[in-house]
């Protein structure tokens, strides 16, 4: 059975730092792309990054370019969000995702991955 179990979130204040984990077991394909989605409450979902499990391409969405840090340990099938300068508009529900396609950034900007964990939430108090 697919499962990806997320780890790590919590209440920091505003300038704080997280590092979010997930572990992928299960899955039934290729595991190609990994990503970190996150909703918000009265919000659509959005993907926040994604990573490239071959050759290691990573992808940020503008408001988290450069406090967010998205890895991969593969011997592992864990895949890691180091956020820091975490802002109260960080609040969020964190979904871990995986994906078999070859177009990681694509799908994470549509929102088409095709394994999702039941996420970890993240509050950020100003």
């Known amino acids: 059975q697919a499962q990806l179990v997320e780890s790590g979130g919590g209440s920091v204040q505003a300038g704080g730092s997280l590092t979010l984990s997930c572990v992928a077991s299960?899955?039934?394909?290729?595991?190609?792309?990994m990503g970190w989605f996150r909703q918000a409450p009265g919000k659509e979902r959005e993907g926040v990054a994604s990573?490239?499990?071959?050759?290691?391409?990573?992808y940020y969405i503008d408001s988290v370019e450069g406090r967010f840090t998205i890895s991969l340990d593969n011997a592992k099938n864990t895949v890691h969000l180091q956020m820091t300068g975490l802002k109260p508009e960080d609040t969020a529900m964190y979904y871990c995702?995986?994906?078999?396609?070859?177009?990681?950034?694509?799908?994470?900007?549509?929102?088409?991955?095709?394994?999702y964990g039941r996420g970890t939430q993240v509050t950020v108090s100003s």
């Open positions: 299960g899955l039934t394909y290729r595991l190609n792309c």
């Open positions: 995702a995986a994906d078999p396609g070859g177009a990681c950034a694509a799908a994470l900007i549509r929102g088409q991955y095709k394994t």
């Open positions: 990573i490239q499990t071959a050759g290691g391409y990573v």
